[in-house]
């Protein structure tokens, strides 16, 4: 079978996902069971994959989509136990008393806090903190899912101290004799460094409008006069902001390595941040302060289930801020200590402390989990921490109903969760003897069809394996090994070949706004599941930035390592990225008409 026909039939899945999800709406619960047969079908009967391999992907799928639900249990567990405590009460008056404006909050929220979290976990951890904490200051549910979402981007790709470039990249290359025969005397290491050095600065430059595009996302969706300018006219404090993450962050990727960029960049940027917002830096003028509108004009479809349990009046003296934030600060500390102390991550990933099934059904593949090390225990343990802490052993009920109200809301998200994951660990293991993967076979096509433009495709296939696999990691592993392929075929040494497989990184870190099962997690953690398809539509818009301007930006840095010189694209990556932004700022949606008119809510 050519290579057309067959790249075509390994689009399908992903068609079916878009088409159904996104062109039509299905919520994820009903059009996941429908992509992930279709995806067995093609693989056992198109691809030739072998029917135990398949089984055991399925089962792979299903413990990685059990990691996520566990996650996603432990953010929301520690959201309704702070409800119930009140903390939320006084966390919410905090973040009102730095900026009142919707647009600074989230920056500070998601941008800032959500990069620190991402630095510190990964794997959606960001997520399953920022939406329900954006909705518990007073935020719409699909608004706080769309802003949590937009950040997936420049810090994922050093996400859990470094993982998506040191499992994902490394283990992508390492070993294999092109690689090892290109890099000749360089060692493997360093190439690896090197690497994460260059995605720094990938991510730097197509990270810089990302604040400022999550602002014109929520003030075109959610604001009063649906304008993406509106969000825009916090620019200098959105750009700011950028800076004061991207800067220190491009410095330590340089300097320590791929495990801290995310990490410290966040923490340095929050430390920079809140006192220049508390003194009025760069704050908008009182007459422009973004605020939502009431909650009666509020679309239906915007509203979660969280969002309608109001916050628990306690009586009494309201808890410091400190004290407040004290369960989160706990968990910061114990995902930065369990993601760099070896000792103990190694205590917690132990075999005795490991659930491990190898060679599923005599095939290659294993699943494996440590459910001591998974960010869930982290989110329970402090859940436990703020029961003592705030004194909620005095009010008997209260934490058994932060359980039961948990429970409730992870129940929606277990269906897709358990079908979207294994659907991707099929498509990625669907080799066989006669014809490669599935996400290999759209890369190598790909690849034919361009030619030596390729660097401005790569990072829509690094996009393309997250959208699927929902993993900037598990996207680095599948494609790492073709990208430097690719950029062998262009003639490019080591040297230029890392900046291709910077691409796949950077493009594999964007991909993680629209990854299905990123979207469902997210979504869960503010009760609004079967809305999927209307969040990706919305996320769909940064992303396509993303991927663009990265591309642009590869293309420059590919001809300036082949010829010398500046290159004509590192210009275009700019201009494209100032008329994107003037494009957006002249959309201007009409106001659909109130709940109850009986007329369309669609934007």
Known sequence: MGIGVLSMLALLPIIVVFVLIVALNWSAKKAMPVALILTILLAIFVWGAETAQVGAAVINGIVSALEILFIVFGAILLLNTLKETGALQTIRSGFTSISPDRRIQAIIIAWLFGSFIEGSAGFGTPSAVVAPLLVAIGFPAMAAVCAALVIQSTPVSFGAAGTPILTGVGSGLGGQDNVMTALGSIPYDDYVFSIGAQVSVIHALAGILVPLLMAGLITRFFGKNRSFLEGFKVWKFAIFSSLAFTVPYVIIAHTLGPEFPSMLGGLIGLLIVIPAAKKGFLQPKEEDVFQFEDRKYWQPEWIGSLQDAS????????????????????????????????????????????????????????????????????????????????????????????????????????????????????????????????PLVLAEAANAAVGDVWPLFAPVIGALGAFFAGSNTVSNMMFALFQFGAAEQMALDARGAGIVVSLQAVGGAAGNMIAVHNVVAAAATVGLIGKEGLVIRKTLIPMFYYVGVSGLIGLGLVAMHSVGGFSFWLIAAPLFAIIYVIVLSRLKGNRPPSVGSGKSLDT
Not at 336 to 362: H, M, V, Y
């Open 311 to 438: 916050l628990k009046e306690i009586t009494g003296k309201r808890m410091s801020l400190m004290r407040a934030w004290s369960p989160y600060v706990v968990v910061a500390l114990l995902l930065i200590l369990s993601r760099t102390i070896d000792p103990i991550k190694q205590f917690l990933q132990q075999p005795a402390l490991t659930l491990e099934w190898e060679n599923i059904f005599g095939s290659s593949i294993t699943a494996d989990a440590s459910p001591l090390f998974i960010p869930g225990t982290i989110f329970i343990v402090a859940s436990v921490f703020a029961y003592f802490a705030h004194s909620l052993s005095k009010r008997r009920g209260a934490y058994k109903q932060a359980w039961v109200d948990t429970s409730k809301t992870w129940v929606q998200a277990a269906v897709p969760l358990l079908l979207a994951v294994p659907m991707a660990q099929v498509f990625i293991n669907s080799g066989s003897e006669v014809y490669e993967s599935m």
